[in-house]
Each structure stands twice: as C-alpha cells, then as structure tokens.
Nanobody, 126 residues
C-alpha cells in the first residue's frame, strides 16, 4: 500500500518562498516518477511539476517554470517542491502523486498517476 503525505503548506505573501514536502511509504519509491499538481477553488487540478524515478529529468508547467524546483531523495522516500517568487495565482491545494507505472518517464497528466496525497493548502496573499 502506497501512502503519500504532503506538508509545508500555509499562508505566505506575494514574493515569498515556500517548500512543500511529500513523504512516501511503500515499496520501490525509487522506481517511480513523482509529480506535483495543484487545484485552485472552482478549477480543475493542474500539473505543476514532475521528476523522473532517478531524479535526472524534470518537467514543469509554464506557469511555474523558473520559480519552482522539484527534487527527490530516494534514500528518504521524499519529494520536494521548492517554490519561489510566489504569486496570488499560485494559491491552491497542492497534491503529491506517484506514477502509475515504473517507467521513469516524466509525465504531466493526471492519468499517469495512480496514488495521491491528501493535499496541502498554499495561500498567497497580495
């Protein structure tokens, strides 16, 4: 059984930085790509960033490119989203997700992920 637990959300001001963490339980964490998605009130869940199984490849949504950085520590079964220069439009619930198959590919669609955390709220005040 895979469990993903996000942490690090909170209320921040425009321009601030924030780091989100996702702790994963279960086997073979290092065999799966991981991703971050977010969902703002009244909107669909959108892709934010993803990282390959070995951490060598990453992918970002255009809206966060250059501001957010995804990383992982396979020894600790964690994936991190470092967010900088936060904007009010970054306000959302952020979800960590594990890829459906151990392909190692970096994917930016929800259907490629089969396990999800409960989410952590990030609110950016203007």
């Amino acid at each position: 059984q895979v469990q993903l637990v996000e942490s690090g959300g909170g209320l921040v001001q425009t321009g601030d930085s924030r780091r989100l963490s996702c702790a994963a339980s279960g086997r073979a964490f290092s065999s799966y790509a991981m991703g971050w998605f977010r969902q703002a009130p009244g909107k669909e869940r959108d892709f934010v960033a993803a990282i390959s199984a070995n951490g060598g490849d990453t992918n970002y949504a255009d809206s966060v490119k250059g501001r957010f950085t995804i990383s992982r520590d396979n020894a600790k079964n964690t994936v991190t989203l470092q967010m900088a220069s936060l904007k009010p439009e970054d306000t959302a619930v952020y979800y960590c997700a594990r890829a459906r198959f151990p392909t190692g590919q970096v994917m930016g669609v929800m259907s490629a992920y089969s396990y999800w955390g409960q989410g952590t709220q990030v609110t950016v005040s203007s």
